[in-house]
């Protein structure tokens, strides 16, 4: 067994424990940068161990308090795993993140994208999210103030897609779907949490550079900073913050 030395343990364990899904690149890593800024103990998500790792070498080196947590969200056995770990590590959970997803029917027409491609989308983008938002539970149960955030979308939204004027409907449909269908389970779950400690909500990050949308070069026009900032705020709400919300930076958007 390796050394620990007396005070990273301490400090560790005071910390609020924080788990972002798919935090080695992208909006995740940085919003695991920011929550570990604000003093949270991060635990980075992520389905490949050396890409997590670099993840969490940036951070650490940094100053941040961060550990690799090996975590395939559409694997069970993998997220039972993870479930174990933290339980046996922390006996509870602060944060849980829904942020790892997939994006694959950019631009291919709603009658294009084969099934394979729906279930590909949903397998990450629900089933990923059920699976990893189930089995943490009981160990958001036993943090004074759980938090939990999933990555959702406006293309998400039924009212801003049923709008002849949106210029973004039209295309992505397994995508738009999978996280129209997430939207109604974090509401569920907000539902059924209400008269807890628990607040489930879900943010829309902005269109983002990232590997998902073509990286540096592409066509989005917000950068991860602000990307994670929304993340961020939903995670680290007061008592009296809302639950059961969609949000993009503080604005309530449409379902
Ligand atoms: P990204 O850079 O492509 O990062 C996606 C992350 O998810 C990666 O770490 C990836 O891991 C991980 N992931 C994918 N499938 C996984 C699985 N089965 N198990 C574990 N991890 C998995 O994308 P991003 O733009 O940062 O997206 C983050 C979230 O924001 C997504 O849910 C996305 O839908 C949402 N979002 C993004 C935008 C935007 O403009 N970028 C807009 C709205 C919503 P690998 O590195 O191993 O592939």
Redesign the pocket.
């Known amino acids: 067994m390796g050394f620990i030395p007396h005070n990273r343990l301490t400090s560790s364990m005071e910390k609020k424990i924080a788990l972002v899904?798919?935090?080695?690149?992208?909006?995740?890593?940085?919003t695991a940068r920011q929550l570990g800024t604000l003093g949270y103990h991060v635990l980075v998500?992520?389905?490949?161990a050396a890409?997590?790792q670099a993840a969490v070498d940036e951070l650490t080196t940094a100053g941040l308090s961060a550990e690799l947590l090996p975590?395939?969200?559409?694997?069970p056995t993998?997220v039972a795993a993870a479930v174990k770990t933290v339980e046996e590590k922390y006996g509870r959970l602060d944060v849980l993140i829904?942020?790892?997803?997939?994006?694959i029917d950019f631009g291919v027409p709603a009658s294009a994208a084969t099934v394979e491609q729906w279930q590909e989308t949903f397998?990450?983008?629900l089933f990923?999210v059920v699976t990893t938002t189930n089995a943490f539970l009981p160990l958001l149960k036993k943090s004074e103030s759980g938090r939990i955030v999933?990555?959702?979308?406006?293309?998400g939204s039924l009212a801003n897609a049923a709008n002849p004027g949106n210029a973004w409907s039209g295309s992505g449909a397994a995508?738009a779907a999978?996280?129209a269908a997430l939207n109604m389970y974090y509401v569920q779950l907000a539902r059924e949490l209400k008269d807890t400690h628990i607040k489930v909500n879900l943010?829309?990050?902005?269109?983002?550079?990232?590997?998902?949308?073509g990286g540096e070069d592409g066509p989005?026009h917000?950068g991860?900073k602000d990307?994670a900032k929304t993340?961020v705020a939903l995670a680290t709400l007061d008592a009296d913050g809302p639950t059961g919300g969609y949000f993009h930076n503080g604005e309530t958007l449409p379902w």
């Not at 998500?45 to 490949?48: I, Q």
């Not at 829904?98 to 994006?103: K, L, P, R, S």
């Not at 829309?204 to 998902?212: A, E, F, I, L, W």
Request: glycine share 18%; no cysteine; aromatic share 4%.
């Open positions: 899904t798919g935090a080695n690149k992208g909006i995740g890593k940085e998500g992520s389905r490949d890409r997590g975590l395939v969200v559409t694997d993998s829904n942020n790892a997803g997939v994006g397998a990450t983008n990923g999933a990555l959702s979308s406006i293309l995508y999978s996280k943010a829309h990050p902005g269109y983002v550079k990232t590997d998902m949308t989005a917000l991860v990307g993340s």
